[in-house]
């Protein structure tokens, strides 16, 4: 039988087209799918199906995704990290240069002055220095995170002519390659605070980074600081942010976003999130979350997971099982020792893990009994076991 999607957004057609191939049906009536695709749709407030193996997010974030309950039930949920990531830097070129020049302020006050008639060109002339702002080249731009995101900011920014700072204690090889070698690199977040004219955060929202840019932060920064959130709004504490404008410290902020309370103030930039509110991104994020749901369903291989290791091994004419554990010693022991004892011979075998979870990918030569799959089951620490067929992927 084929694999049934059930999408809970509207998806873009360029993306469910990735799905309608064979071996697939796109079912959104379906009650238990195998697999779930989804942009913003609320999965915390109802029951995950029990059949479901895999959730894709189009879109980097996944607040909306219950993941802990996921990986305990050997779900692996996927997101689309840097699919939008051009749409994002964009608007961020954009959100720099509005809390320069009062770009939005300017065209504002040039409407409210439409009834004057032929007096219009001479107010224009007259008021215009009330909108004058510095420009951005020459200036320091910190960049914290550099991720897909964080490094076309970067890229970006030097080519407009600005110093580039970038500060990222976890960041990928990838990601250091694509950097232009103009970007300079900060040894913490104190230096470039001090350092930067222009604040850009694009840093994951954790425990650890929620309020990251609060009080303390703010008073190492220097006066007159511009700061730019795409990335997620708690990350910047709103009571030391407000606090900051008032007091001139920081000079606007630009969010993605806003609040009630963020929108009163007067030198607060509040953009509806619009980051990745292009038909492109909409399209790339849409592309990527189907490419990576069949090719998990249909072949076991994982890519872009939030909470399951990437994993992948060539898929060939052999049977495949692939066995979610917890990351505790001696399960790949067990695993081969169940096979083992059912003359099971394994072609190939691939094992990564992540935090607390494990995962494998076992090619086998000959296909596995029903049998074996339950004593696989049976094994202390394993949390799933999925087998997939020779050419179904079943």
């Not at 770009?103 to 007096?119: L, P, Q, T, V």
């Not at 369903?297 to 060539?314: E, K, Q, R, Y």
Request: with cysteine; charged share 25%; proline share 5%.
């Amino acid at each position: 039988m084929p694999f049934t999607i059930k999408t809970l957004n509207n998806i873009s057609n360029v993306g469910l087209t990735e799905l309608n191939v064979d071996g697939f049906v796109i079912d959104n009536d379906a009650e238990d799918p195998d697999g779930i695709v989804l942009r913003s749709a609320d999965l915390h407030s109802a029951p995950i199906p029990p059949n479901v193996k895999g959730i894709a997010r189009a879109g980097a974030g996944v607040n909306n995704i219950p993941v802990d309950e996921c990986t305990n039930r050997a779900v692996v949920v996927f997101n689309t990290p840097g699919a939008n990531a051009n749409g994002v830097k964009e608007l961020v070129v954009a959100a720099m240069l509005l809390s320069s020049r009062r770009i939005s302020e300017g065209i504002e006050w040039a409407r409210s002055i439409a009834d004057k008639g032929d007096e219009v060109p001479a107010l224009i002339e007259k008021e215009k220095k009330r909108f004058a702002g510095p420009e951005i080249a020459g200036k320091t731009l910190g960049i914290v995170g550099l991720g897909a995101i964080g490094v076309m900011v970067a890229n970006a920014a030097s080519e407009l002519g600005m110093n580039v700072v970038g500060y990222d204690p976890y960041i990928s090889v990838s990601a250091a390659w694509g950097l232009r070698r103009s970007v300079m690199r900060a040894k913490s977040l104190d230096e470039l605070l001090s350092a930067s004219d222009y604040i850009t955060v694009h840093a994951p929202l954790t425990d650890k980074t929620k309020g990251f840019i609060g009080k303390e932060a703010l008073t190492k920064a220097k006066r007159g600081v511009r700061i730019i959130n795409f990335a997620r709004g708690p990350l910047v504490d709103e009571d030391a942010v407000l606090e900051a404008l008032d007091d001139g410290r920081v000079s606007r902020y630009a969010t993605d976003f806003p609040t009630a309370r963020l929108i009163q103030h007067p030198e607060v930039i509040p953009i509806p999130h619009l980051g990745a509110s292009t038909p492109e991104s909409e399209d790339n994020c849409a592309v990527m979350a189907a490419r990576q749901l069949r090719e998990f369903l249909a072949t076991g291989n994982i890519v872009n997971s939030v909470n399951f290791p990437d994993c992948t091994m060539p898929h060939s004419d052999d049977y495949r099982i692939v066995i979610t554990n917890r990351n505790i010693p001696n399960m790949v022991g067990q695993i081969t020792q169940v096979l083992g004892e059912e003359n099971v011979n394994i072609a190939d075998l691939i094992n990564r893990h992540k935090d607390d979870i494990a995962y494998n990918i076992i090619d086998l030569d000959s296909e596995i009994s029903e049998t074996s799959v339950e004593k696989l089951r049976e094994i202390d620490g394993v949390v799933g076991v999925r087998v997939i067929g020779r050419t179904n992927g079943m």
